[in-house]
């Protein structure tokens, strides 16, 4: 209960025992010696005891005495054990204290051993006896002497970083210590979860004891060792130089590189003699590279460097490389809606525009052609070394299919396709790979008014047609589905001259005439002027469509498409009358050239031909 209750070892508790039953006993000697009558015999026998033993006053002066430690000091202990959690110290006050082994994180466990001398912090005297200790606050006491120390002598300091903190990092120096944002390095660092863990030393900015407060930098560390080899490298930098350094940024205009002390600029444009999309995809931060110093400014301490010129200029001799109309085997690099730019070599870079692909006017995405990374074989077609451009062609690698067709389709064959877009203008029809042929609306039909293909046509449709003109040059092919059958109005010309009495059915009544239908497809027209003058003011009110008239022909034309009719004539006259005297105007026609056909007409009726005054 007693070992319990002092929360001690066996062995501690044995020591302590020991202590008070010798002090109980030397109490009890006194005691008998104060009690006894004084005899000789008494007092030799007293005076031997006092040589072995101490007065009551001396005893409790030297109980006092054995309090070597005072509370709230600094003190030496000797480890005398160890247990699995915990180390068993001797401060040498008649009391062994334990410390967990946890205080002694900042020590190298593997070199503490029992024996060993460390200094201790007494926190307070316990009440049951015995001290608690603390070897965690000693170091602590002794850390901040050295932080004292350190900061006047503008020294450093080794931490180790902890934690990430708000506005900055946790580090252990012995005690905690701040380190902010800015202060972690000369720039500012990306990935903060991976310098946990890391020792560095540090500076100390400033501290206060009591606010256990320390803020330190690893920053004006790293700014003392830049600017020593700032000035060593201004000593000896030159125009011309080539170097090593580290790639420490990058930025989509180029990289930054540091020289030792000395940051310089690699611009995207010196990175290679080709086209570079973004730095990132050749280099990574931390990478080793060569450069070569294009201009120093000693004033403000600019350099720009070059990666590129350290070889030679590839477009200085292009073309003797690549010569006009000579094939080549490139790379693709990149896929664009107006073409594709091929590598030839490293630094050179083609464009094969989109024109240039394959011989079809409507050429495919190029995406659909080719895909980047493949090699393919194209021809040189312009080459500008000034501008660094070059025109590259496929299609001229392939036979020009419009040479083909010429000869597979002359003008007059007539060929079948399928119909593979109909427009408003007319309908086109697949030819070969890359090669339509267009069918115009005026070439459906010779009668037919169609107002859109699609009234008589679908795609998917298969047609014959006949070719009607090949234009290689333009790349137009020409079509036509009327010309399969003769022209109708070729045989409408002869079979309806001028004084011909027909009968057909209206067709369509308008405020300028009325259309009648002579056979499939032919039509004439009988003007407003050609009917009688009690119907001219509203012909709908006279004439349905669907009714059958009678009129004479009173002209033909072929070319135009057109066949004037006369009711007018044909009533007033009679038809055998109307008939003599259409025909007579056309026997008077070429003697009376200049006279147009309606002055034959009217002088027909006034009795003779009207001549020029």
């Known amino acids: 209960v007693a070992i319990r209750s002092l929360e001690c070892t066996p062995s501690v508790f044995w020591r302590l025992l020991q202590n008070r039953l010798r002090l109980i006993k030397n109490l009890a000697g006194y005691a008998r010696a104060t009690s006894k009558p004084m005899t000789e015999e008494t007092n030799q026998s007293n005076q031997t005891e006092n040589n072995e033993e101490l007065s009551f006053a001396e005893l409790f002066e030297m109980e006092e005495n054995n309090r070597v430690v005072e509370v709230g000091n600094v003190a030496m202990g000797t480890i ?39 200094e201790v912090f007494v926190e307070r005297r316990k009440d049951e006896g015995g001290l608690l200790l603390s070897r965690e606050k000693a170091i602590a006491i002794k850390v901040w002497e050295d932080i004292a120390r350190i900061q006047e002598a503008d020294g450093t300091i080794q931490g180790n970083i902890e934690s990430r903190v708000k506005g900055g990092m946790s580090v252990d120096i012995g005690v905690p ?35 256990n407060n320390v803020v ?85 301490d600019r350099v720009s460097l070059g990666i590129k010129q350290l070889r030679d200029d590839p477009w200085a001799t292009v073309s003797d490389r690549y010569p006009l109309g000579e094939k080549a085997v490139g790379k693709v690099v990149s896929i664009t809606d107006y073409g594709v730019f091929v590598e030839l070599e490293e630094g050179v870079e083609g464009l094969i525009h989109v024109s240039e692909m394959t011989w079809s006017k409507k050429p495919r995405h190029p995406s659909k052609i080719v895909a980047v990374g493949d090699t393919i074989e194209i021809m ?12 590259l062609g496929m299609k001229q690698l392939q036979p020009n299919p419009w040479d083909m067709v010429i000869e597979s389709y002359p003008v007059g064959a007539i060929i079948e396709g399928k119909i593979k877009n109909i427009t408003d ?8 790979e890359g090669i339509d042929g267009l069918i115009h609306v005026s070439d459906l039909s010779w009668t037919e008014r169609i107002k859109h293909p699609a009234e008589k046509y679908a795609k998917g449709d298969t047609i014959q047609a006949v ?45 300028f005439g009325v259309f009648v239908k002579l056979e499939e497809g032919i039509e004439g027209l009988v003007h407003v002027s050609e009917i009688p003058k009690d119907k001219v003011k509203n012909p709908a009110e006279h004439y349905n469509v669907g009714d059958t008239l009678k009129a004479i022909v009173i002209n033909v034309s072929a070319k135009d498409r057109k066949i004037g009719l006369s009711v007018k004539t044909l009533e007033d006259e009679g038809e055998a009358e109307a ?3 259409i025909k007579k105007a056309e026997a008077e026609i070429a003697e009376a050239a200049p006279a147009t056909f309606g ?10 031909p009207k001549t020029e005054e």
């Open 80 to 118: 005398i054990g160890e247990h699995d959690d915990c180390y068993l110290v001797d401060v040498g006050d008649k009391a062994e204290s334990y410390i967990p082994k946890s205080e002694f994180r900042l020590d190298d466990a593997e070199e503490i051993k029992v024996g060993d001398s460390i």
């Open 177 to 211: 210590a701040f380190l902010p944002y800015s202060q972690i390095d000369l720039r500012p660092v990306k990935d903060l979860d991976g310098l946990i863990g890391q020792v560095y030393d540090f500076k100390i900015l400033k501290f206060n004891r009591k606010r």
């Open 216 to 300: 330190i930098s690893r920053r004006a560390i790293l700014e003392e060792e830049r600017n020593k080899l700032r000035e060593e490298m201004r000593s000896r930098l030159e125009e011309g130089q080539i170097i090593s350094g580290s790639i420490t940024n990058i930025t989509d205009y180029g990289l930054f590189i540091d020289m030792g002390g000395m940051d310089g600029l690699c611009h995207i444009t010196d990175l290679s003699w080709g086209r570079v999309s973004h730095p990132a995809k050749l280099y990574k931060v931390g990478q080793e590279v060569e450069v070569k110093v294009l201009k120093y400014d000693r004033d403000n």
């Open 380 to 391: 040189v077609l312009n080459i500008e070394p000034e501008t660094k451009r070059i025109s």
């Open 425 to 432: 203008f007319g309908v086109f029809i697949g030819i070969e």
């Open 467 to 511: 070719v009607l003109k090949i234009d290689k040059e333009n790349e137009r092919f020409s079509l036509g589905v009327k010309q399969l059958t003769p022209d109708p109005w070729q045989t409408a010309y002869n079979n309806y001259p001028s004084g011909t009495v027909v009968e057909g059915e209206i067709t369509n009544v308008t405020d």
């Open 579 to 581: 008939v003599e005297k």
């Open 599 to 608: 002055d034959l007409l009217k002088a027909a009726a006034e009795g003779g």
